[in-house]
């Protein structure tokens, strides 16, 4: 989205502004865009903002110790002593898993005070870690904090707020693990377990980038993974043991790290989770338009959104979505007899864009009325 100009800056390269003029061309028109003119703009971005729905008053507030990444999400979980803990990935090639733990306890509501406005400041105190996934199936969580370790002045980082600003940096000197694509989190508060769909890395392995290891075992992962994680005492615990709840892929493919091994119906990129009050963990899909139903893709189907039981690991297929699509976000009402689930894009071209004069030239979903142009 940036036009980088024909040097950029090291930090310009670490976050992906490398390209003359961008994708779209946009600094050519708007100098908010053009990085020689406006350098740090691109810090604008990347921040998790909190938003109160029960005050429509209430400005949006962007919680910047939670640290600047490409983040999916952010998912809340609660220690025993009633402090925040928030998770968090990347969405993208090789970056990184955090948690934030907070500083305070979780303040209740009060006459006159929702649990909300009690805790406006909640989330700016406290500490950011990333994920290190160790080789024996355990993990560590390595504070990003200013002055400890390599995370100095005289590395690059000139206070913490640089840390914060550069987590990807910071994460690198820790030795955090680059992940394949960390999206979704779901939080098993009785288990005291985290899943993270890990939905791809189509570029692990490949020469000049990270090799394969423990946490993301497969060279060209263009199928996914699923990783979960134990805290060792409670959620703000710094050691963890982890391993895969499964690997994604279609059982009949040659190619060995395209195979995956999950017991039931299978399917490919994981994306979305849900974990619904009776336990079952809910899987959604996200393999890209343009790769459905060709070569390795070429039995896993539409999209679709699946059910893990986690006491068997069994996964059986719930919904499958209409052509283009992608199943993401999903909830469930108390008494769990109605589930509500997002069909994102349907008909998306395999292009990514469509035909403006044949909107439904891929999918009719959901009209299906004749004389329409769509495939299902």
Not at 62 to 72: F, Q, V
Not at 89 to 100: C, H, I, T, V
Not at 111 to 119: D, I, K, L, R, Y
Request: aromatic residues 8%.
């Amino acid at each position: 989205y940036f036009d980088a100009g024909d040097a950029p800056t090291a930090d310009q390269r670490r976050w992906g502004a490398v390209l003359r003029r961008g994708w779209y061309r946009w600094g050519e028109h708007d100098p908010r865009f053009d990085l020689r003119a406006n350098p740090n703009e691109f810090h604008r971005f990347g921040w998790v903002v909190e938003v109160d729905p029960l005050d429509p008053a209430a400005p949006p507030i962007k919680r910047t110790a939670l640290g600047r990444a490409a983040h999916e999400g952010a998912w809340v979980a609660v220690t025993r002593d009633g402090r925040a803990v928030v998770y968090s990935g990347e969405d993208a090639y090789f970056e990184y898993l955090y948690k934030f733990v907070s500083r305070d306890r979780i303040a209740p509501a009060r006459p006159g005070v929702t649990a909300a406005q009690a805790n406006r400041e909640l989330l700016d105190h406290g500490t950011l870690y990333v994920a290190r996934f160790d080789a024996d199936g355990t993990g560590r969580w390595l504070p990003l904090v200013h002055g400890q370790g390599p995370l100095t002045a005289a590395n690059g980082f000139a206070d913490p707020a640089e840390v914060l600003i550069k987590a990807r940096q910071a994460s690198d000197a820790l030795g955090g693990t680059r992940m394949d694509r960390p999206e979704w989190l779901a939080i098993d508060a009785v288990r005291g377990e985290v899943y993270c769909t890990l939905t791809n890395n189509s570029k692990r392995g490949e020469p000049g980038q990270p090799g394969v290891d423990a946490a993301n075992p497969r060279a060209h992962n263009v199928m996914g993974q699923i990783i979960r994680w134990k805290e060792d005492g409670d959620f703000d615990g710094l050691t963890m043991r982890w391993d895969h709840l499964l690997l994604a892929g279609d059982p009949a493919n040659a190619r060995p790290d395209a195979r995956g091994n999950i017991r039931g119906d299978f399917f490919a990129c994981p994306d979305g989770l849900y974990l619904d009050p009776q336990g079952l963990l809910w899987i959604e899909c996200d393999v890209a338009p343009n790769e459905l139903h060709q070569g390795e893709m070429a039995r896993i189907g539409n999209n679709q959104m699946l059910a893990c039981d986690l006491a068997t690991g069994e996964v059986r297929r719930f919904l499958t979505g209409p052509r283009g699509c992608e199943i993401t976000g999903a909830t469930m009402t108390p008494d769990c007899t109605t589930l509500f689930v997002n069909v994102q894009h349907p008909g998306e071209a395999p292009t990514g864009r469509n035909h403006p004069d044949r909107p439904q030239q891929h999918s009719s979903w959901p009209d299906h009325r004749p004389g329409l142009d769509g495939g299902r």
